[in-house]
């Protein structure tokens, strides 16, 4: 599976963004897809997560409400829809996929496939 991310940019705290994961291969809706994220001197992060249906959906701790993930298996593509932005929300974001289907397995850090990343800056 072949993953480009795209939406990045840069924002002001407490504005919003949406990233897309445009997904392509082989049974691709049937895999899991999810984010993740990398700030500057920090290990990478898992942000959020969708399985296969849409049905079942992970979050990380920090999101708490402002952020929201989907997916639309007819265009094969997964979104970020990220509110309140803050400062510390500043990073590069991955899109990743699994061949599993779960979402929970991607929040677990298990990945079979990375997108490059796509550059959110929240400046204050």
Same mark, same amino acid.
């Given at each position: 599976?072949?993953?480009?991310?795209?939406? &990045?940019?840069?924002?002001?705290?407490?504005?919003s963004?949406?990233?897309?994961?445009?997904a392509?291969? %082989? %049974?691709? &809706? #049937?895999?899991?897809?999810?984010?993740?994220?990398?700030?500057?001197? *920090?290990? %990478?992060?898992?942000?959020?997560?969708?399985?296969?249906?849409?049905?079942?959906?992970?979050?990380?701790?920090?999101? *708490?409400?402002?952020?929201?993930? #989907?997916?639309?298996?007819?265009?094969?593509?997964?979104?970020?829809?990220?509110?309140?932005? *803050?400062?510390?929300? /500043? $990073?590069?974001?991955?899109? $990743?996929?699994?061949? #599993?289907?779960s979402?929970?397995v991607?929040?677990? &850090? /298990?990945?079979?496939?990375?997108?490059?990343?796509?550059?959110? /800056?929240?400046? #204050?």
């Amino acid at each position: 599976v072949q993953l480009q991310a795209s939406g &990045g940019g840069l924002v002001q705290v407490g504005g919003s963004l949406r990233l897309s994961c445009a997904a392509s291969g %082989r %049974r691709v &809706g #049937s895999y899991a897809l999810g984010w993740f994220r990398q700030a500057p001197g *920090k290990d %990478r992060e898992f942000v959020a997560s969708i399985n296969w249906s849409g049905s079942d959906i992970y979050y990380g701790d920090f999101v *708490k409400g402002r952020f929201t993930i #989907s997916r639309d298996n007819a265009v094969n593509t997964a979104s970020l829809e990220m509110n309140s932005l *803050k400062p510390e929300d /500043t $990073a590069v974001y991955y899109c $990743a996929a699994d061949s #599993s289907g779960s979402g929970f397995v991607i929040s677990t &850090g /298990t990945v079979d496939s990375w997108g490059q990343g796509t550059l959110v /800056t929240v400046s #204050s």
